[in-house]
């Protein structure tokens, strides 16, 4: 696939780049970005540009729509890792599957190589607790077609859900929802954000919160971040267990007339892994 479809679109990502590179730097800088100018200049050049285009094909239209795209990604990129540094990791969550939902679009419609952001974005995913998740499903009247208005699903409406139209993306707005038809819990949904709730100090968001603690006192750059690797250790509360102290099982015995032959219990360990700066390999990927 091309990196994009159109001569203007690639003259577009060129002027970007630069801006989109000084965003990048300043994640590290500043251990993530809460909200940047930089996003909002390059947004608002996309928008004139969108403008200046008007009357130009479908595919420079497209183009700018993966474009704005690109930037979002970035955006959502710096605010992900400033949550993790000043310990919003609830809401990190959510701007995670964000990011993610914006790389298919980005993969779906262009050739930019956005690969450094999702590999370690994918290793950051594995820290978080969330691994059942809630799934609903409604009646409702009629799906409203974004672009045109008329109902998607009906041979009035010409287009295709998921698609572009002229940089515009056709999807279905629920109208005059009905009823509840279900809700299940399921391990593979299509929306991760519809999950359990934890409060930010819960004990569950350990591993975040212990990376969360090295971005913010500067012992690892977000560049920096290489992945999880996940092993087993002995439980901190067996080792330090005497003879004579209540057994770690909770039988109410002494250690030594319980579990002392037994094998040590185990428990998960994470390993944060470093690797070298990704931040040259997603600007070259752009």
Same mark, same amino acid.
């Given at each position: 696939?091309?990196?994009?479809?159109?001569?203007?679109?690639?003259?577009?990502?060129?002027?970007?780049?630069?801006?989109?590179?000084?965003?990048?730097?300043?994640?590290?800088?500043?251990?993530?970005?809460?909200?940047?100018?930089?996003?909002?200049?390059?947004?608002?050049?996309?928008?004139?540009?969108?403008?200046?285009?008007? @009357?130009?094909?479908?595919?420079?239209?497209?183009?700018?729509?993966?474009?704005?795209?690109?930037?979002?990604?970035?955006?959502?990129?710096?605010?992900?890792?400033?949550?993790?540094?000043? @310990?919003?990791?609830?809401?990190?969550?959510?701007?995670?599957?964000?990011?993610?939902?914006?790389?298919?679009?980005?993969?779906?419609?262009?050739?930019?190589?956005?690969?450094?952001?999702?590999?370690?974005?994918?290793?950051?995913?594995?820290?978080?607790?969330?691994?059942?998740?809630?799934?609903?499903?409604?009646?409702?009247? /009629?799906?409203?077609? @974004?672009?045109?208005?008329?109902?998607?699903?009906?041979?009035?409406?010409?287009?295709?859900?998921?698609?572009?139209?002229?940089?515009?993306?056709?999807?279905?707005?629920?109208?005059?929802?009905?009823?509840?038809?279900?809700?299940?819990?399921?391990?593979?949904?299509?929306?991760?954000?519809?999950?359990?709730?934890?409060?930010?100090?819960?004990?569950?968001?350990?591993?975040? /919160?212990?990376?969360? /603690?090295?971005?913010?006192?500067?012992?690892?750059?977000?560049?920096?971040?290489?992945?999880?690797?996940?092993?087993?250790?002995?439980?901190?509360?067996?080792?330090?267990?005497?003879?004579?102290?209540?057994?770690?099982?909770?039988?109410?015995?002494?250690?030594?007339?319980?579990?002392?032959?037994?094998?040590?219990?185990?428990?998960?360990?994470?390993?944060?892994?470093?690797?070298? @700066?990704?931040?040259? /390999?997603?600007?070259?990927?752009?």
């Amino acid at each position: 696939m091309l990196v994009l479809k159109s001569p203007a679109g690639l003259q577009l990502l060129s002027e970007i780049r630069d801006g989109v590179r000084s965003h990048l730097l300043s994640i590290d800088a500043e251990a993530g970005v809460e909200e940047s100018n930089r996003i909002k200049l390059l947004l608002s050049k996309l928008a004139d540009a969108r403008i200046a285009h008007e @009357s130009s094909p479908d595919e420079v239209h497209d183009d700018i729509f993966v474009l704005e795209t690109y930037v979002k990604l970035v955006g959502e990129y710096g605010l992900l890792w400033r949550q993790l540094a000043t @310990s919003q990791f609830s809401e990190s969550w959510s701007t995670l599957q964000n990011a993610f939902g914006l790389i298919r679009l980005i993969k779906r419609f262009s050739g930019i190589n956005v690969s450094a952001i999702e590999d370690q974005l994918c290793a950051l995913e594995t820290a978080y607790p969330y691994n059942i998740f809630f799934s609903m499903g409604a009646v409702v009247e /009629r799906f409203e077609c @974004s672009i045109c208005g008329k109902d998607i699903d009906s041979f009035d409406c010409s287009h295709r859900k998921g698609e572009l139209y002229r940089g515009q993306m056709a999807h279905g707005i629920a109208r005059n929802i009905l009823r509840l038809d279900h809700l299940a819990i399921v391990e593979q949904p299509v929306d991760k954000r519809c999950t359990v709730t934890y409060a930010n100090d819960a004990p569950q968001f350990e591993v975040v /919160r212990y990376l969360g /603690r090295l971005l913010s006192s500067r012992k690892l750059l977000a560049s920096n971040f290489g992945g999880i690797a996940w092993g087993k250790r002995a439980s901190p509360k067996h080792q330090s267990l005497g003879r004579n102290d209540p057994c770690h099982c909770g039988s109410g015995l002494k250690y030594k007339k319980c579990c002392i032959d037994k094998p040590p219990p185990q428990q998960d360990h994470a390993q944060i892994l470093p690797t070298h @700066s990704i931040l040259e /390999r997603v600007a070259a990927g752009a």
